[in-house]
Nanobody, 117 residues
């Protein structure tokens, strides 16, 4: 069964760092455009970062530019989101999304990130 599984969320203090991992099973990520989104309570889901299939191009939401880095390891069928200088407003559920060349879309179940002192 094809699926994405996120991990690495948790509780961190403001200014801290976390690395989220998105692992795919049942299909290969190498041909997919990969993205991370987050959804805070009471808000719409918002794009955080996107990376092309070959990893040659990345783009970030304005609120995370300079603090978050998206990367991928196609050999491990995995995508990462390195989050640094975390702020309380980064608190949200973080989701991984894969878009295949056919246009088919997969979503993960999400992982909670809480930034609090």
């Amino acid at each position: 069964q094809a699926q994405l599984v996120e991990s690495g969320g948790g509780l961190v203090q403001p200014g801290g760092s976390l690395r989220l991992t998105c692992a795919a099973s049942g299909f290969l990520l190498s041909s997919c455009t990969m993205s991370w989104y987050h959804k805070a309570a009471g808000k719409e889901r918002e794009l955080v970062a996107v990376i092309t299939s070959a990893g040659g191009s990345t783009n970030y939401g304005d609120s995370v530019k300079g603090r978050f880095t998206i990367s991928r390891d196609n050999g491990k069928n995995t995508v990462y989101l390195q989050m640094s200088s975390l702020k309380t407003e980064d608190t949200a559920v973080y989701y991984c999304k894969a878009v295949r060349s056919s246009g088919y879309v997969y979503w993960g179940q999400g992982t909670q990130v809480t930034v609090s002192s």
